[in-house]
Structures are given as C-alpha cells and as structure tokens.
C-alpha cells in the first residue's frame, strides 16, 4: 500500500535546523550540571547573544520555551500557575508561561517533571531586551519574586522613520548602542570574573552575519512558484537564526543546505504542498504553537504560506567592510535589522506606519493572493499594526486579509474549526480579487 503523503511538503534539510532547538535545551542542562553559567535571554536580534557565547555562556529564551509548551501542550498548566500567582491573563503569553513555570520549579525544588525538553534550569543570570514589547521590561524584573539573579538590559532605539532619517540619527543612535555593549562586556566580565576574549567575540560575530545572510538567500528564493517552501518549515527553522541555538558557524552551514535543497526544488518546480498552489499567502505575525495542524488542513485546499512576518526574518545584507570593531558592527547590524526598510517606507510615503510598510514588498514580491492576520491577544506590539497592514494592501495591491484571532501560547483563546469556515469563505474574496488586480493590470 502507497503511503499517503502529508499535506505540507517538509524540507529534510529542515530537521537538524530544529535539532538545534533540541541542542541548546540539552546545552544548558549540562552547562547548569557542571556547575557553568546559563543566561535566561529574551529575543535581542543579535546585539548580546554573540557576546554570551563569546563568554562561554549557555543560552536559553523563554520566548522559545514558550512556544515549545504550547507545542507539547504543557503550557496550559503553566499559565493556570502564572493567574493563580496574580498575573493577569491579557500578560504576554509567554511572560505567563514562564511565570508559571518558574513557579512550578521554585515548588518542586528544581525542573519540574512534566517539563518539556527538559526544561530550563535556573539561570546565573537574566539578559532582557527593550525591543519592541509590553511586557518585557516588568517580565524579568517579576521574577525576583522567585529567585535572586542579576539582570541586564539592552536597548535598541526605536525612532519613527521621519525621525530615523534626520542628518545625524543612524549615527548618534549606533554610538549609543555600542557604548551600552560594552558596558555590557565589562558587567559580564565583574560577575563571571574573565576578560572577554575579543578574537573570539569578532569570529562569533562574523559568522553570525554569514549565518543571516545564506537565511535571507533561503527566503529569497521562496518567491518562485510554486512555493518552495511553507512557513512551517520557516518557523521550524527560524529558532536556530533568532534564538542562536548553535554556533553561528555550524548554522550558517545548515542553512547553506536548506539553500541548496529549495534551489533544486525551484529548478524542478517542487511545491511546498502536495496538492496543487491555489492560493499564495503570507502569514502575518506569530503562529498557534499550540495548533500548527491547521495548517495541514489548508494545505490540502491548496493554501500555500510563502512568506510570514517580517520582525522575525533576517536583516537584508548590510555592507560591514571596514568595520573593525565587532562591538561596533554587532550594533550596525542589529540596527539594520529594525531600520532596514526606513528609507523604501519614507520614499513610499508609508514613513507614518512603518511596522506596515514591509508587508506591501513582501506581499508584491512574493506575489501573494491573501493574507492571515493572526492578532495575538495576549500580545499588542504584534497586533496593534494588523488593521493598518489591511488597509495599505487593500489600497495599494488589492490583497486581501483574513483575520483569525488567537494566541501564541493560550490553547483556549484558538478556534481552529471555525477558523477553517472563515478559511473557506475566504477563497472566494481572493477569487474576486484576483480578477480585480488583473484588470487593474497588477503582474499577478
């Protein structure tokens, strides 16, 4: 008997991506076993992560950890312990999921036994992030409440795009960002008691723009059709580029084959699904963890995810030559990252709405004929900008979006059947639309 196949074509070259996930779980078992530091880190897109492991620091994120108990159902538990502890339910899911877990390790004395991936062990100490996010500030600074550990904060200035270009912003702001990495260093250096090993940190920093840029080629070519590659092998792949799950000179490799697997798939014209690409879309904001199979149910109606939010891709290639300073190009670089579309945005005339201004090149490039908008209600940084994301594809490319709500972490607040009716009524509002932007003379 024939062996049906799966309705989302998975990459192989996908799977030891995610294993390093797996890896840096294990890591920081072994490293909290052996007596070695473990930093709990949020998401600080490349700024402090180079100079952890330049310091022979064990990484972990809850961020990750939240999606991965959401993903192994455990983080319903979690959030339960986080309401009963006093936090409110509209909190971050992951900050919720984190609280409770933390909650449930400080009760068993240790990693609790129902932890997923074995669980993080408790922290020397705590790297946050004011990039971006609500609750992140007061996240780390709650979990004094259970344990002691020093906790340091990197910046990342977020300027509006009118602001950003004024003569003398990018450089005064990349001033700023280098001087809070050293003083980073030297606080690293007073509680680990060694001095950074500086060749080290500008290998660690070299390969992790190398790293990002084979990344930014895989997704560069998921613009052919029909799509090579579905978001989900993105998002299982995205962990080892934002969480630095490995040396970023062994990832770099592993992407260079997802690389050479799509190309192929693109030459061969190879679909990311197994039925034929009805509809080409893009995935905005993060996903159910909890729920991913939903996307093997539009799958098989022919829905392909090409392209997905762009806060969690790499930067675009950004020219470093002759920037000898590793601290200095680990803060050009983050900063890219963030600023990369100012100048295309403020020549659009999209400067007032800048978390927007993205998806309209994605949504053109990649040719899409929807898109899902997934507002996250325990999460208003990754939701407050998804009317203005509608409106602008409306006007501008006659796209148009779907709204599901959810949560990344909260089971309960995900209605994956009546998800899938809205699903299914939307196919023909993309019909219509595509027979609009021929007449209005759109390529696609």
Not at 6 to 26: E, Q, T
Not at 197 to 216: A, G, Q
Request: charged share 25%.
């Amino acid at each position: 008997m024939t062996e049906k196949k799966r309705p989302i074509n998975r990459l192989k070259s996908m799977y030891p991506l995610r294993g390093l996930i797996d890896g840096m779980y294990r890591q920081g078992l072994s490293a909290a076993a052996e007596g070695k530091p473990v930093a709990w880190c949020m998401v600080n897109w490349w700024q402090g992560d180079p100079i952890l492991k330049a310091m022979d620091v064990a990484t972990i994120y809850p961020e990750d950890y939240g999606a991965v108990c959401a993903a192994f159902g455990a983080a319903q538990g979690y959030l339960e312990r986080s309401a009963a502890d006093g936090f409110p339910s509209h909190m971050c899911g992951y900050a919720r999921n984190c609280l409770g877990y933390t909650g449930r390790m400080m009760d068993a004395g240790g990693i609790p036994e129902e932890a997923p991936m074995g669980g993080m062990p408790r922290p020397t100490l705590l790297l946050g992030s004011g990039s971006l996010c609500d609750a992140r500030y007061k996240w780390f600074q709650s979990l004094g409440r259970y344990f002691d550990a020093p906790l340091w904060v990197l910046e990342l200035p977020h300027p509006g795009v009118k602001e950003g270009l004024t003569p003398g912003a990018h450089e005064t702001n990349i001033s700023f960002i280098v001087a809070q990495l050293g003083e980073f260093v030297t606080f690293l250096e007073n509680l680990l008691g060694k001095k950074m090993n500086r060749d080290r940190l500008d290998e660690i920093t070299t390969d992790t723009v190398e790293m990002n840029n084979w990344w930014h080629k895989v997704n560069e070519l998921r613009r052919a059709r029909p799509g090579p590659m579905h978001s989900r092998d993105f998002w299982s792949s995205m962990p080892a580029s934002l969480y630095m799950a490995a040396d970023p000179g062994q990832t770099a490799g592993l992407y260079r084959r997802m690389y050479d697997e799509i190309k192929e798939r693109v030459d061969n014209k190879v679909s990311a699904i197994n039925t034929t690409e009805k509809y080409r879309l893009a995935f905005l904001e993060l996903p159910p963890w909890h729920s991913l199979g939903f996307f093997d149910k539009l799958a098989e109606r022919g829905w392909n995810f090409v392209i997905e939010s762009w806060a969690y891709h790499p930067p675009r290639p950004i020219d470093l030559n002759g920037v000898t300073d590793p601290l200095e190009r680990l803060a050009r670089y983050s900063y890219h990252w963030l600023t990369g579309y100012y100048r295309q945005a403020y020549d659009a005339g999209e400067w007032w709405g800048y978390f927007a201004y993205p998806y309209l090149e994605y949504v053109r490039d990649y040719q899409c004929d929807g898109v899902v908008l997934h507002p996250l209600l325990s999460c208003r940084t990754a939701t407050n900008h998804l009317t203005l994301v509608a409106d602008r594809l409306m006007k501008k490319l006659k796209v148009p979006s779907l709204v599901i709500e959810g949560d990344i972490v909260d089971l309960k607040l995900f209605d994956p059947a009546g998800a899938l009716t809205k699903a299914e009524t939307f196919e023909e509002t993309m019909d219509h639309y595509k027979k609009v932007r021929k007449e209005a003379g759109f390529s696609w």
